[in-house]
Nanobody
Framework: VQLQASGGGLVQPGGSLRLSCTCS????????MTWYRQAPGKQREWVAI???????NSADSVKGRFTISRDNAKETVYLQMNSLEPEDTAVYYC?????????WGQGTQVTVSS
């Protein structure tokens, strides 16, 4: 099983990034997909989730700025991040969960700074 996250980088405040997480070795369409993030010195926090039937939810801190989506044919989940703020700086991780099965990606660094 592999979850490969990509798309992170350095962006100025107010900018945008799109993260991707491509999965292999799992029946992707059966898994709820979640993005988490961990800022330096802080605990990992939940960012957004998309269920197997496409329902989404996101943390209040990113609501209206971040959008999660999935492409089952490409076995990929996305996180479109707009109006980025310095507080969004973190390592972003994707997570796949189905019943007792749970897998994590390796993380991708997002840095928001001028």
């Amino acid at each position: 099983v592999q979850l490969q996250a990509s798309g992170g980088g350095l962006v100025q405040p107010g900018g945008s990034l799109r993260l991707s997480c491509t999965c292999s070795g799992i029946s992707f369409s059966s898994y709820a997909m979640t993005w988490y993030r961990q800022a330096p010195g802080k605990q990992r926090e939940w960012v957004a989730i998309i269920t197997t039937n496409g329902n989404t939810n996101s943390a209040d801190s990113v609501k209206g700025r971040f959008t999660i989506s999935r492409d089952n044919a490409k076995e990929t989940v996305y996180l479109q991040m707009n109006s980025l703020e310095p507080e969004d700086t973190a390592v972003y991780y994707c997570n796949a969960r189905w019943s007792y099965r749970e897998y994590w990606g390796q993380g991708t660094q997002v840095t928001v700074s001028s």
